[in-house]
């Protein structure tokens, strides 16, 4: 057998040899091996520390020009690339190609806006309360920054953390999840070739609890951006900020739609099938709680078992299909075992919850949705991630908002009605980072702020130019 090249870390510029490395394998067919992956450890973060801080200096005085023309240009690449990558993507994560080939869109997409924002940033000048004195305030980088990624946007995430790390002149050292080291190699690639001085991005791909912690604890690391699970995202954000580090974390979600008696029937069992089960309902913007008020609820559920039994489960490349695999065997069996805690718990099965078969040995699942359940119940207090979702029934619109309110989370909420009243009313009180008036609660923008409430987010927002707040430091000079 020909002997599979090792894809490697990047450190200080350099790809570094890796003898052995770890399997990425297609959860749609788990024959399929994509290709080997170097772990790393918390000697090569030392290293990749050293690297990004000695590249620190020339990257954080480069001209935005030089900025831009990289992010720019790697941009152009991935957005070149997009059928290529969004398959491997697709293979590697489970998402359908459609979806696969959006989210690289989005990530090139993400590099140019952020390309932009290197030549937008601008200071204020202000006359002193003192006579004969001016002051300045401009914004500098953080410093070196760690950047901690999760398995269930391969691509899109690390762009939106990346880019604009880079476009304010910070470097960066770089953790994807293990799951999906794949697209987040080719990133670090595309952006490397893209004439990024040696040292400003290092790559150092591994396990959470050896490399991601020693991200955590490096002191050479001056700020850490985490997307994750809520366990990890309170660790990531204890850790750092106990050591005086800079921190934000995005973790997950119980998100509410709301469905009212006005609302466009159409509308909103669109908005709930695709927040609910696309991408496999493996989205932290998933909206896994559907709220339903008594005068639809009979005629909403009946629409959705007819449309959710009906979705076609199957492998992720394949052009029919509209539910991929889960991500693996430990979130399959989870997912499963949540099936059954919503049945034990009092929660009628309405369509699916059972695994699938397939010609292909993969992780599918055909997706559920309950009917009578209530919002005290495990599976409308405990992110799933999986496609698993449940319908409440509520009285009327105060019943609703106040569900919807009732969780720990706080990432996104949704709302489908045809009344002005309920949407400005539900835009306003919706305890929520993020709200969608007759729309998926999952699917948004990258040119405006993304981050929740209570215990989804933690620090400043993502993306857009509110990225600069956690990207920046803000500096007050005065002259004489
Ligand atoms: P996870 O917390 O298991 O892992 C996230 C990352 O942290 C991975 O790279 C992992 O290797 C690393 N990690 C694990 N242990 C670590 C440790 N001790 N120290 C440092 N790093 C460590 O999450 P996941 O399973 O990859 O992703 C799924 C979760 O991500 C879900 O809860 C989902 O809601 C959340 N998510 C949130 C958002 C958001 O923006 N709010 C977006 C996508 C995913």
């Given at each position: 057998m020909a002997s599979v090249s090792v894809k490697s870390n990047l450190i200080g510029g350099e790809w570094r040899d890796s003898a052995d490395g770890r399997e990425n394998r297609n959860p749609s067919n788990v024959?399929?091996?994509?290709?080997?992956?170097?772990?790393?450890?918390?000697?090569?973060?030392?290293?990749?520390?050293?690297?990004?801080?000695?590249?620190?200096?020339?990257?954080?005085?480069?001209?935005?020009?030089?900025?831009?023309?990289?992010l720019d240009r790697a941009g152009t690449e991935v957005l070149a690339r997009r059928?290529?990558?969004?398959?491997?993507?697709?293979?590697?994560?489970?998402?359908?190609?459609?979806?696969?080939?959006?989210?690289?869109?989005?990530?090139?997409?993400?590099?140019?806006?952020?390309?932009?924002?290197?030549?937008?940033?601008?200071?204020?000048?202000?006359p002193s309360v003192r006579p004969g004195v001016k002051v300045e305030v401009t914004r500098e980088p953080v410093g070196v920054v760690g950047i901690i990624t999760p398995w269930n946007f391969p691509i899109a995430i690390p762009a939106w953390k990346i880019a604009p790390a880079l476009a304010y002149g910070n470097t960066v050292v770089f953790k994807p999840a293990e799951l999906v080291p794949g697209s987040a190699w080719e990133l670090v690639d595309i952006l490397h070739r893209a004439g990024l001085p040696h040292g400003v991005l290092n790559l150092v791909m591994g396990k959470g609890r050896d490399v991601g912690q020693a991200i955590l604890d490096h002191r050479g690391i001056d700020a850490v951006s985490f997307t994750?699970?809520?366990?990890?995202?309170?660790?990531?954000?204890?850790?750092?900020?106990?050591?005086?580090?800079?921190?934000?974390?995005?973790?997950?979600?119980?998100?509410?739609?709301?469905?009212?008696?006005?609302?466009?029937?159409?509308?909103?069992?669109?908005?709930?099938?695709?927040?609910?089960?696309?991408?496999?309902?493996?989205?932290?913007?998933?909206?896994?709680?559907?709220?339903?008020?008594?005068?639809?609820?009979?005629?909403?559920?009946?629409?959705?078992?007819?449309r959710v039994s009906a979705l076609r489960v199957g492998d992720a490349l394949a052009k029919d299909t509209q539910i991929g695999p889960v991500v693996d065997e430990r979130q399959l069996a989870q997912d499963l075992r949540y099936v059954e805690i919503g049945k034990e718990d009092g929660g009628k099965a309405e369509t699916g919850g059972e695994p699938v078969k397939h010609d292909n040995e993969g992780y599918f699942m055909q997706p559920v949705l309950f009917s009578g359940t209530t919002n005290d119940m495990r599976i409308n207090r405990e992110e799933v991630f999986g496609p698993v979702a449940s319908i409440?029934?509520?009285?009327?619109?105060?019943?609703?908002?106040?569900?919807?309110?009732?969780?720990?989370?706080?990432?996104?909420?949704?709302?489908?009605?045809?009344?002005?009243?309920?949407?400005?009313?539900?835009?306003?009180?919706?305890?929520?980072?993020?709200?969608?008036?007759?729309?998926?609660?999952?699917?948004?923008?990258?040119?405006?702020?993304?981050?929740?409430?209570?215990?989804?987010?933690?620090?400043?927002?993502?993306?857009?130019?509110y990225a600069k707040e956690f990207y920046t430091t803000v500096k007050t000079a005065y002259t004489a």
């Open positions: 024959a399929d091996v994509i290709g080997l992956y170097a772990s790393g450890n918390a000697g090569m973060v030392d290293e990749a520390v050293a690297a990004a801080q000695a590249a620190l200096p020339a990257w954080s005085t480069s001209t935005p020009q030089q900025r831009f023309d990289i059928d290529e990558l969004g398959r491997l993507l697709s293979r590697e994560e489970g998402k359908i190609l459609a979806e696969g080939c959006g989210e690289v869109a989005r990530a090139g997409q993400i590099l140019k806006f952020m390309a932009g924002e290197a030549l937008r940033n601008p200071g204020d000048v202000l994750g699970s809520v366990a990890t995202g309170r660790t990531a954000v204890a850790t750092v900020a106990a050591r005086g580090g800079k921190v934000q974390a995005e973790m997950g979600g119980k998100n509410p739609l709301v469905v009212m008696d006005d609302a466009n029937l159409d509308i909103a069992v669109e908005a709930a099938v695709n927040g609910a089960f696309y991408s496999t309902g493996q989205r932290c913007t998933a909206s896994s709680r559907l709220i339903v008020t008594k005068g639809i609820h009979d005629r909403f559920l009946a629409a959705m078992r007819e409440i029934r509520v009285g009327d619109y105060e019943e609703a908002l106040a569900t919807a309110n009732d969780t720990e989370f706080g990432l996104c909420a949704g709302i489908a009605t045809t009344s002005l009243k309920h949407a400005e009313h539900f835009k306003r009180h919706s305890r929520a980072g993020m709200v969608m008036v007759n729309l998926p609660t999952a699917g948004v923008d990258y040119h405006v702020p993304f981050g929740g409430a209570k215990g989804s987010s933690y620090g400043q927002r993502e993306q857009g130019t």
